[in-house]
């Protein structure tokens, strides 16, 4: 448990507490309080580390120092973390055993989104906001965790002349997931079809589509998987209308990132709501 203050409408942790004894002040190092007739520590003196900079993929442990002694660390951050396409936005790194380890976001963490599929393949997964690599308290009273979305799934159908193909839209995150190729002229004159678009920061794109309008009306459409919004999985690729072709591929869209990747550890998590937090926590 952390003792907080709020300063400057931010909840911030108290580093020092003092104890006037024998007409001096003396540095407590731990406080206890009674609960239910137990004495319980409910503080204890701090190794603080305020992160007030914009960062890219970052481990707190090596944040602060790579600490080698067991103690109460807390990572407060105050600037948005973004993620290197493949990496989790922010891990937390293997302290020392038997430490106590709280993370206070007062800002963004963003997962990358997840590149689309093309006409061969399924959509890529959106990345993590936070790792875990030791258990830990997270407070995001004041902070926002995103997760990656999804790239959408693609597809390949082919008759006679007449080719269908095109990527997904890519997923929503810090680095935006790239859409998956153009859709392809199919054979014929009568034809229509639309490109496929990258993420952004909070929307996944969309898939592509093609299709062919035979005479007498009868059309065949194929749509691509769109991407992913933060901490959603991409969509799969379908048949919209028509039949299906001699040849058929539709590809699945991507796993969505976790706005909380626990790893099997352990991890408490306070201030949780749909808008502060996009993704799971599993």
């Known amino acids: ?24 002040w003396k540095n407590i190092k731990q406080c206890y309080a009674k609960q239910s007739g137990i004495w319980q520590s409910v503080w204890q003196n701090a190794i603080i580390f305020i992160n007030d900079n914009p960062q ?54 963003r997962g990358y989104g997840g590149d689309a599929g093309n006409s061969q393949t399924d959509g890529e997964p959106g990345g993590d906001a936070i790792f875990l690599e030791y258990p830990c308290e997270i407070n995001n009273r004041n902070g926002y965790l995103y997760a990656g979305g999804g790239g959408g799934g693609g597809f390949y159908a082919a008759y006679s002349n007449n080719i269908y193909k095109s990527g997904g839209g890519g997923g929503a995150g810090s680095i935006h997931g790239n859409h998956g190729e153009n859709h392809s002229r ?32 009868a059309n065949t459409r194929y749509d691509a998987g769109a991407g992913g919004d933060l901490g959603e999985a991409g969509m799969t ?38 808008e502060n937090i996009k993704g799971e926590i599993r």
């Open 237 to 274: 690729s379908k048949l919209t209308s028509g039949t299906s072709k001699q040849i058929e591929k539709l590809y699945a869209g991507g796993a969505a990132g976790l706005a909380i990747n626990k790893n099997n550890f352990e991890v408490t998590v306070l201030n949780i709501n749909e």
């Open 1 to 24: 448990m952390s003792i907080l203050v709020k300063k400057n409408n931010q909840w911030l942790p108290i580093k020092n507490i003092y104890s006037y004894q024998n007409n001096q």
């Open 56 to 109: 890219t993929s970052v481990n707190i442990f090596e944040l602060m120092g790579s600490p080698t002694k067991t103690g109460n660390y807390i990572f407060i951050n105050n600037a948005e973390i973004t993620a290197n396409y493949g990496e989790p936005a922010l891990k937390t790194g293997i302290f020392p055993k038997k430490s106590k380890l709280t993370i206070i976001n007062n800002s963004y963490i």
């Open 186 to 217: 199919p054979g014929g004159t009568s034809y229509y079809g639309n490109n496929p678009s990258p993420g952004n920061e909070s929307t996944g794109g969309i898939g592509g589509y093609a299709g062919y309008s035979a005479s007498g009306g």
